[in-house]
């Protein structure tokens, strides 16, 4: 019997990476599964100061702050029994890398909202936690070029464990949040990033 026998999750970006890892390990937990996604095929989107626009940013912000936020707020209104809710964030809202003045904002900011979130909801048995990968090798992050970037190189030399993660690195994570092993844990997030901080 699985961690999660007889749960629902609800996981969004589920169709590639790191969501469908997720995904499928949150199945494999026995939890049914619920998945959503965008199609989109970008990467990841960072850019010099000097690029950065209103839309860069509201673009950004829409997707990892307001949709996480409005997400949240509908699983809420379901979870009559308790819950957990995972937020995926980024080790870029403490590393903060160059370029990524807009994105590493927006997922400092997610890690924030997990915080604000965990006192709202606590009184409810809503437990809400993030998740901080390090560079993850994702069709985005392909398809953006970064694997041959300098900074991933950089990243991989400085990283303790000598490597850059796989989206079956960070998924157990989820796992482990959503079930009841972490039912003390709230308001946290757990920094999944090879050592990289």
Not at 76 to 97: D, E, F, L, Q, Y
Not at 125 to 145: L, Q, W
Request: net charge negative.
């Amino acid at each position: 019997m699985g961690k999660l026998e007889g749960k629902v999750a609800i996981v969004t970006g589920a169709s590639k990476g790191i969501g469908a890892s997720i995904a499928a390990h949150l199945a494999a937990e026995g939890a049914a599964v619920v998945v959503n996604y965008f199609s989109s095929t970008e990467g990841y989107e960072f850019a010099p100061l000097e690029d950065v626009t209103e839309e860069h940013f509201h673009k950004q912000f829409d997707l990892n702050v307001l949709g996480l936020i409005l997400a949240s707020k509908e699983a809420g209104k379901h979870m009559k029994s308790g819950g957990s809710i995972v937020n995926i964030s980024s080790v870029a809202s403490t590393v903060t890398p160059p370029n990524s003045v807009v994105y590493s904002a927006s997922k400092a900011a997610v890690d924030a909202v997990a915080k604000a979130m965990s006192k709202e909801l606590g009184p409810r048995n809503i437990r809400v936690n993030g998740i901080s990968p390090g560079v993850i090798e994702t069709e985005g992050v392909n398809a953006a070029g970064l694997m041959e970037s300098d900074l991933v190189k950089q990243i991989t030399v400085q990283a303790p464990l000598g490597r850059i993660g796989q989206p079956a690195d960070v998924a157990p994570a989820a796992v482990f949040l959503a079930s009841d092993d972490a039912a003390y844990i709230t308001g946290d997030t757990l920094l999944v990033s090879g050592g990289i901080r």
